[in-house]
């Protein structure tokens, strides 16, 4: 078992780039592909990352992702920030024993 | 267009059962996996279990095993997540997610489409 570690809060003024960090606390990151999830206040979870740093249909490519094999994380970049951008961003990858693990999630404000 | 769409908000006392479900639309629900996955409002994600509806194949997180039941009936493309004794801490929001796959029953650690949430509330 192992856990994924976020920021709790990051913040940005729009049209700033902000990065979100998920650092595996054990077993090498890139081992198990890695997704990222936005959720906005009031409704579920949905995809901006999938499999380490590929964009589902419709999210632009002011999101990208990459995975650090050095500091054993995965982190989320979001450039040209929109007010829009405000949510709670998730990382998740898997594991043998949980299946689904999710990171702590990190509070994005778009001062 | 796939779509899941879950039950209605509850709110239930200490020690009631309680059976929410997930329906899902516009693809083959048989040969897709279904998870749940929970959320205690203000907090962070927590999966819960899955099953494959093709067989009911199902996996339980180890932290909640015994706790919750996840069911399906297929002829419906329904799923289903049930408590038998409900708890304040079982206060939560809950997702049905469906892991992307190909429809062989093959399945991937990314939830490509998820519910609306179901809010259950339990409080005396």
């Known amino acids: 078992n192992y856990v994924l570690t976020q920021p709790h809060s990051v913040s940005g003024f729009p049209g700033e780039t902000v990065t979100i960090s998920c650092t595996r606390s054990?077993?090498?990151?890139?081992?198990?592909?890695v997704q990222w999830y936005r959720q906005r206040p009031g409704s579920p979870p949905t995809s901006v990352i999938y499999?380490?740093?590929?964009?589902p249909s419709g999210v632009p490519d002011r999101f990208s992702a990459s995975i650090d094999s050095s500091s054993n994380s995965a982190s989320l970049t979001i450039s040209g920030l929109k007010t829009e951008d405000e949510a709670d961003y998730y990382c998740q990858s898997d594991d043998s024993t949980n299946l689904w693990v999710f990171g702590g999630g990190t509070k994005l404000t778009v001062l | 267009e796939v779509q899941l769409v879950q039950s209605g908000a509850e709110v239930k006392k200490p020690g009631e059962s309680l059976k929410i479900s997930c329906k899902g639309f516009g693809y083959s629900f048989s040969t897709y996996w279904m998870a749940w996955v929970r959320q205690v409002p203000g907090k962070g994600l927590e999966w819960m279990g899955i099953i494959y509806p093709g067989d009911s194949d199902t996996r339980y997180s180890p932290s909640l095993q015994g706790q919750v039941t996840i069911s399906v009936d297929k002829s419906i493309s329904t799923a289903y997540l049930q408590w038998s004794s409900l708890r304040a801490s079982d206060t939560a929001i809950y997702y049905c997610?469906?892991?992307?796959?190909?429809?062989?029953?093959?399945?991937?650690?990314?939830?490509?489409?998820w519910g609306q949430g179901t809010l259950v509330t339990v409080s005396s």
């Open positions: 499999e380490d740093d590929r964009r």
């Open positions: 997610a469906r892991p992307r796959g190909d429809g062989s029953g093959s399945m991937s650690f990314y939830f490509d489409y």
């Open positions: 054990s077993g090498s990151i890139t081992g198990n592909y």
